[in-house]
């Protein structure tokens, strides 16, 4: 069974770093992989997807500050975020699913998975 569970959030500075990790039991390098977040108020948006071949995409407002990928061999995903905004305050989710063979083209909508972590929350201060 799938299970996901994020770590790394946490308090930061305008301007600077975290990085957040998805330790995704019972997944494999077949599934679609993807962080998500969601500020109070506001609706669960993608942030950043990931494809069995390690293509990826972003949403425009992270995209050159924020970096995506995954360990196969380890079952982790990760998000490198830098230059830290904050407009990037939010609770951050990792989120699987697993389609028919391999996962073609990353997906960045929110009703292409099933399998959801906790979250990790992420705040950061001017």
């Known amino acids: 069974q799938v299970q996901l569970v994020e770590s790394g959030g946490g308090s930061a500075q305008s301007g600077g770093s975290l990085r957040l990790s998805c330790a995704a039991s019972g997944v494999d390098s077949r599934y679609c992989m993807g962080w998500f977040r969601q500020a109070p108020g506001k609706e669960r948006e993608g942030v950043a997807a990931?494809?069995?071949?390690?293509?990826?995409t972003y949403t425009d407002s992270v995209k050159g500050r924020f970096t995506i990928s995954r360990d196969n061999t380890r079952n982790t995903l990760y998000l490198q975020m830098n230059i830290l905004k904050p407009e990037d305050t939010a609770m951050y989710y990792c989120?699987?699913?697993?389609?028919?063979?391999?996962?073609?083209?990353?997906?960045?909508?929110?009703?292409?998975?099933?399998?959801w972590g906790q979250g990790t929350q992420v705040t950061v201060s001017s």
């Open positions: 989120a699987a699913r697993r389609w028919s063979g391999v996962c073609r083209g990353p997906r960045l909508s929110r009703y292409d998975y099933d399998h």
């Open positions: 990931i494809d069995s071949d390690d293509t990826t």
